[in-house]
Nanobody
Framework: QVQLVESGGGLVQAGGSLRLSCAAS????????MGWFRQAPRKEREFVAA????????YYADSVKGRFTISRDNAKNTVYLQMNSLKPEDTAVYYC?????????????????WGQGTQVTVSS
């Protein structure tokens, strides 16, 4: 079992940056591929980014490609999401998730563990 806690959300103006963190406890997060998802008001949760267990492979949604970067520090059991050039449409609750596999995974329903989420609000 692994527990995930997100942090780093907040209010930022359009064009600004935020870095989200996802700290894992319990089983070491290096056993898991990790992903970030988000859910905007009145919308379904959607994939944002994923990273392999080793950190060597990443995958991004088209909407964030070139602006967001996912990374991980397995020694610290932490995954990050660096978000640059933020837009109002990036406003959402951001969730990190863990899946016991080696490769990055984009399918929400296959993830095994989820954090509680952190709110990101981008003002225009």
């Amino acid at each position: 079992q692994v527990q995930l806690v997100e942090s780093g959300g907040g209010l930022v103006q359009a064009g600004g940056s935020l870095r989200l963190s996802c700290a894992a406890s319990g089983r070491t997060s290096s056993s898991y591929a990790m992903g970030w998802f988000r859910q905007a008001p009145r919308k379904e949760r959607e994939f944002v980014a994923a990273i392999s267990r080793s950190g060597g492979s990443t995958y991004y949604a088209d909407s964030v490609k070139g602006r967001f970067t996912i990374s991980r520090d397995n020694a610290k059991n932490t995954v990050y999401l660096q978000m640059n050039s933020l837009k109002p449409e990036d406003t959402a609750v951001y969730y990190c998730a863990a899946k016991r596999t080696t490769v990055p995974v984009t399918t929400e329903r296959t993830y095994d563990h989820w954090g509680q989420g952190t709110q990101v609000t981008v003002s225009s």
